[in-house]
Structure formats: structure tokens, C-alpha cells
RNA sequence: CGGGGCGUAGUAUACCGGUAGUACGUAUGAUUCGGGUUCAUAAAGACCGGGUUCGAUUCCCGGCGCCCCGACCA
């Protein structure tokens, strides 16, 4: 395995090479290392803190609205896999399986769960009898396998962590209540958390979910102008409940199909934070989803009084800890103050405190923001409001920043010319009216390997009368495009 | 699945058909500490199998593994 490279060198420049950043700083911040399996990581406490502040968020947002979690085994006999046909045709190309256990082949080989759509069904069509069973709002928390060919650290591996919501309700009305409802949790969560402004809307044919009738997405706009998926909502339909079973007996006793949503988001979303907000000393992480909010460091001296900075630093931290603020201190002199420095920045703490004897002899505080790594001096009896509004500040300007950049990387184009020139020099998302046929999805991506991301909830209803950019055929609707990781 | 590359201390690399070298990291002790200090000492290494050879980490064959690029992809 080729490997990560921990010497003390400065950071690939985000500018020069994105990829090779991207890589530099998920090793080097310690969110991820390598594991001795292709295409898989071990994530390391500072990435799984990232991942357990999207639990507590989420969870507690799926609970209020009455979603209770369940789990569902790791393993899918294929029998049930192949039921919905165009769900096995979508998954079949990576699913990993089980053909032996207890040291003989087994009579029906095992699949390692790619989405749990198919084992939670057959067993829902026993939990739903009637219409008083329903909506059936379902959640779970678990890892899934999908073998990709290529992967990369968070953005795609073989084995990921995400939640799957599956939700069975009585028609499609409240069925795509819920669909738009959990969509718009993923929205919030990546606005309000992450501090990241993303694209919400419906995918094209080519691009749903395999089996769903209807698939809406979370899309981000990165810093090269690709695209993340980075939740997904689905209007199931009918599909599975009718191979399934996933029947009902209405208020009049006559049987009725439920209609079922699926819902998630993995941890694709911190490769996303990773990529929107990091620069070129590593990570920088919004104040409200960073597992470390301030760092209060201890400047030693040969000249001054160490043991009463280190015990003033300790102080600090004990203050904010009190008012709720996630402080750590940092009383290390064992370590050149540059080192330390470097470090904290690379694992992206938004707020960075230096105690010395310069503070403690003018009784101010020295606080580094670090989106802007620009300095200011706090008086240390305000040092608790000060670092709140200071965290408020880079929460907001994060978010500000992440609005910027996607206005920035998103262009008009109303020619195929004016389309092939943007995806050629510079790509971004590129908004243009397009006839929706799959034939011209299709010859979209050949020729400029973007793809119809999104087409945006506002513009759903939207009806124009022109002309698709690629192919002339008539088109009523503007979609987003633009190139997938 | 196609193309390419690489398997040497914890990590990254070098040389070599006959004592495997360097850097970072680690340990110990100093030194330094307001932006990745400096020094000393130490521990630590050839993917697996076969072949050629007096002798293979080196050459050859096979296997396994990983990385990169492309196609594919939630």
C-alpha cells in the first residue's frame, strides 16, 4: 500500500492539487489512516468525533418527528435481493458475498448488506397489517459494503457508515411528506452544522436509486467545481411493496399497497466538510460540528513563570468548559510552539487561545481564528462571551464562504457550445435547459462527463418553453450539471 | 474490468548477487520554546512460493497485496 506520508513537510497545496491535498490532510489531520483491506479505512478518533456529532444531530432530529431506530442483519440471503428486479440490476455490479461459513459452502450464498431495502421489506410485510399500523417510521445506524472499483478515503469506500431511514405509509401523499421532510433534515444538517450551502433536488431517470420511483438529492458544489451526492431521499413507490407484500387493510377492509421512502446519509458528508472548508494549512471545521471548538495553548518561556501559564491555560479551558464551550488545553512545552501550532491547525480547531506571560502581564488573551488564521486580542475577564461570539462569527462566515463558492462555480448555459467551453476550462455546475430524455443523459456524460445533478426543488414546477442545450429537442426545465466524484 | 506502477524498519525512500543506507517518527538525556529548535545515544526492516547460483533482498517465473489512471458506480 502506498503509502501516507507523515513527515513534517508543509501540506500539498489545495490549489495546486486537489486530490493529493484532500489525501494529505484526512491522513495527516487523523481523521483516517489505510486498513490492510482494499478500498477500506480505519477511522481514527478525530474523524469518528466528526461522525458521532452527525449522529446526535440527525438522530435527535429522525426521533422528534417519531422515527425509531431499529437493526436488521449484515446479511441478505440473494433470494431476497433479487426480488425487485431493477434493485438487483443496480447493486448486483458491487455486491460483496458470503459463499462459505462454518467451513462448509452454504446452500444459499449470503450478501453483505449494499442497502438494506430488501430485508427490512420482507419482514415489514408482516409488521403491517392494517392501516392503523401505519406511517411504519424506521431507522438504522449501521456500516454497508459496496465494492466499488475505485475508491478514496470517506468520499467512496467499499465499506461505509451511514443511517438508513425506511418508512412505510398509506399513499404517496404522505409518503413524499416524508421523503421532502427527511431530505430537508439533510439540508438543515449541512447548512446549519456543517456550515456548507448545498443544491436540494430531484435526480434525473439515469441517476435515481435502483428500484425507487423517484430519487431527490443533497448535492455539494466542491472547491473544483465537481459535485458530491451527499444525501439522498427516495418516493420507493409501490415497487417493493408489491413484491414484497408490504400490504394493508384500509379503514373499509379492502387490501391496499404502502408506499415506502428511503432515506440516508453516510460518511461521504465528512469527506465533504473535508473538501468545502479545508485550505492550505489542513482542516477547518465550523464551530458547531468540531469535536474541539478552542484550543487554549500554553507559551512557555525561558523567562517567565511556565508553571502559572500552563495552571492559566488550565484555567481558561475550565471557563468555557463551564459555559459549554468544547475546550482542551494544550499545556505541552516539550514541543517547539510552531509544532504546536501547525498541529492544531491541520485537525482544523476553529479557535485557537495563546497564553503567555505577554497576556499575563497586559491581563488580555490572544485568540487565532482559524477560517481567516487572523489574530485579536480578548480581555480575559470577557474571555468566555468573547470566544462565543468568536465561534458564532466563523460558524456564520464558514457558511457565508461556502455560499460564495457555489455561487461562484455556478454558470448559465443556453448553447452546447457555451456548455462544452465551461467543462473544458474550469468546471462547475452548469444550469441549462434540458429535454430529460435518458439518450441525451447519456450523450451528455460521454462527451463532457457531467451529469444532470439536480434538478432544484424551486424550479420543479417550473415551465419554460425553449429548447434542450444539447440536443434541440423542446425542453420546459432548467437542471443542474455538472461532474460527479 | 482494461492500462500503468509498487511491495525494503512504524512511515517514506536508497543502494546492492556476498556486513541493507538515509530521513521522519519512536525511546532516553540534554538544549530550545511568541510559528514545524538543535544535538547525542538507542531500538527497529527485505510480501509469499518456486527457480538460477557456492551464495538471492537483488536476477527469472508464479502467486498474493496495494496504489494510480480509465471504464463503472449510492
Known amino acids: 500500500m502506498a503509502a501516507p506520508v507523515y513527515e513534517k513537510k508543509a501540506l500539498t497545496k489545495k490549489s495546486e492539487n486537489i486530490a493529493d491535498w484532500y489525501h494529505d490532510v484526512v491522513l495527516r489531520a487523523g481523521l483516517a489512516e489505510y486498513a490492510d483491506v482494499k478500498g477500506c479505512m480505519i477511522i481514527k478518533p478525530h474523524g469518528y468525533a466528526l461522525w458521532e456529532h452527525v449522529q446526535s444531530v440527525l438522530d435527535a432530529e429522525f426521533k422528534a418527528d417519531g422515527v425509531r431506530n431499529v437493526y436488521f442483519p449484515l446479511f441478505i440471503p440473494m433470494h431476497l435481493l433479487q426480488k425487485e428486479q431493477e434493485h438487483v440490476a443496480g447493486f448486483s455490479p458491487e455486491l460483496a458475498v458470503v459463499t462459505h461459513a462454518g467451513g462448509e459452502e452454504l446452500a444459499e450464498p449470503l450478501a453483505i448488506r449494499p442497502?438494506?431495502?430488501?430485508?427490512?421489506?420482507?419482514?415489514?410485510?408482516?409488521?403491517?397489517?392494517?392501516?392503523?399500523?401505519?406511517?411504519?417510521?424506521?431507522?438504522?445506524?449501521?456500516?454497508?459494503v459496496r465494492w466499488e472499483k475505485r475508491t478514496y478515503p470517506f468520499l467512496r469506500t467499499s465499506e461505509f457508515l451511514w443511517q438508513e431511514g425506511h418508512t412505510v405509509h398509506a399513499d404517496e401523499a404522505d409518503a413524499m411528506d416524508m421523503v421532502l421532510r427527511a431530505l430537508d433534515w439533510y439540508r438543515a444538517f449541512y447548512e446549519e452544522e456543517f456550515a456548507i450551502s448545498p443544491y436540494v433536488g430531484l435526480k434525473s431517470a439515469g441517476e435515481k436509486f435502483a428500484g425507487a420511483e423517484r430519487t431527490y438529492s443533497v448535492e455539494l458544489v466542491l472547491p473544483d467545481g465537481k459535485?458530491?451526492?451527499?444525501?439522498?431521499?427516495?418516493?420507493?413507490?409501490?415497487?417493493?411493496?408489491?413484491?414484497?407484500?408490504?400490504?394493508?387493510?384500509?379503514?373499509?377492509?379492502?387490501?391496499?399497497?404502502?408506499?415506502?421512502?428511503?432515506?440516508?446519509?453516510?460518511?461521504?458528508?465528512?469527506?465533504?466538510?473535508?473538501?468545502?472548508?479545508?485550505?492550505?494549512?489542513?482542516?477547518?471545521?465550523?464551530?458547531?460540528?468540531?469535536?474541539?471548538?478552542?484550543?487554549?495553548?500554553?507559551?512557555?518561556?525561558?523567562?517567565?513563570?511556565?508553571?502559572?501559564?500552563?495552571?492559566?491555560?488550565?484555567n481558561i479551558a475550565d471557563e468555557l468548559k463551564h459555559a459549554g464551550i468544547r475546550a482542551v488545553v494544550d499545556t505541552d512545552l516539550l514541543h517547539s510552539l510552531g509544532y504546536r501550532i501547525n498541529?492544531?491547525?491541520?485537525?482544523?480547531?476553529?479557535?485557537?487561545?495563546?497564553?503567555?506571560?505577554?497576556?499575563?502581564?497586559?491581563?488580555?488573551?490572544?485568540?487565532?481564528?482559524?477560517?481567516?488564521?487572523?489574530?485579536?486580542?480578548?480581555?480575559?475577564?470577557?474571555?468566555?462571551?468573547?470566544?462565543?461570539?468568536?465561534?458564532?462569527?466563523?460558524?456564520?462566515?464558514?457558511?457565508?464562504?461556502?455560499?460564495?463558492?457555489?455561487?461562484?462555480?455556478?454558470?448559465?448555459?443556453?448553447?452546447?457550445?457555451?456548455?462544452?467551453?465551461?467543462?473544458?476550462?474550469?468546471?462547475?455546475?452548469?444550469?441549462?435547459?434540458?429535454?430529460?430524455?435518458?439518450?441525451?443523459?447519456?450523450?451528455?456524460?460521454?462527451?463532457?462527463?457531467?451529469?444532470?445533478?439536480?434538478?432544484?426543488?424551486?424550479?420543479?414546477?417550473?415551465?419554460?418553453?425553449?429548447?434542450?442545450?444539447?440536443?434541440?429537442?423542446?425542453?420546459?426545465?432548467?437542471?443542474?450539471?455538472?461532474?460527479?466524484?
Open 227 to 314: 459535485a458530491l451526492q451527499a444525501a439522498t431521499s427516495h418516493y420507493l413507490g409501490t415497487h417493493f411493496a408489491s413484491v414484497f407484500g408490504v400490504n394493508y387493510l384500509d379503514a373499509q377492509g379492502a387490501s391496499q399497497v404502502a408506499h415506502q421512502t428511503s432515506w440516508g446519509l453516510s460518511t461521504r458528508s465528512i469527506g465533504g466538510l473535508v473538501l468545502v472548508h479545508g485550505d492550505d494549512s489542513g482542516l477547518v471545521l465550523p464551530p458547531r460540528a468540531a469535536p474541539e471548538q478552542v484550543v487554549v495553548l500554553a507559551v512557555g518561556s525561558k523567562s517567565s513563570d511556565n508553571a502559572h501559564v500552563q495552571s492559566e491555560a488550565a
Open 115 to 144: 442497502t438494506s431495502e430488501t430485508i427490512m421489506y420482507a419482514t415489514f410485510a408482516n409488521w403491517v397489517q392494517s392501516w392503523r399500523d401505519l406511517p411504519l417510521k424506521t431507522n438504522q445506524w449501521c456500516n454497508v
Open 343 to 485: 498541529e492544531h491547525e491541520l485537525r482544523g480547531v476553529p479557535v485557537r487561545l495563546e497564553v503567555g506571560a505577554r497576556e499575563l502581564a497586559d491581563g488580555k488573551i490572544t485568540a487565532v481564528r482559524r477560517d481567516t488564521l487572523t489574530k485579536s486580542s480578548v480581555n480575559r475577564s470577557d474571555i468566555v462571551t468573547d470566544v462565543q461570539t468568536l465561534l458564532s462569527d466563523i460558524q456564520s462566515s464558514l457558511l457565508e464562504r461556502s455560499e460564495k463558492l457555489k455561487r461562484e462555480l455556478t454558470k448559465e448555459a443556453a448553447t452546447w457550445e457555451e456548455f462544452t467551453a465551461i467543462m473544458e476550462h474550469g468546471k462547475a455546475f452548469i444550469r441549462a435547459p434540458w429535454c430529460e430524455r435518458p439518450e441525451c443523459e447519456a450523450d451528455i456524460k460521454a462527451e463532457t462527463k457531467a451529469t444532470p445533478r439536480v434538478l432544484e426543488l424551486d424550479r420543479i414546477d417550473e415551465h419554460i418553453e425553449t429548447v434542450c442545450v444539447k440536443c434541440g429537442e423542446p425542453a420546459h426545465r432548467r437542471w443542474l450539471f455538472a461532474q460527479s466524484y
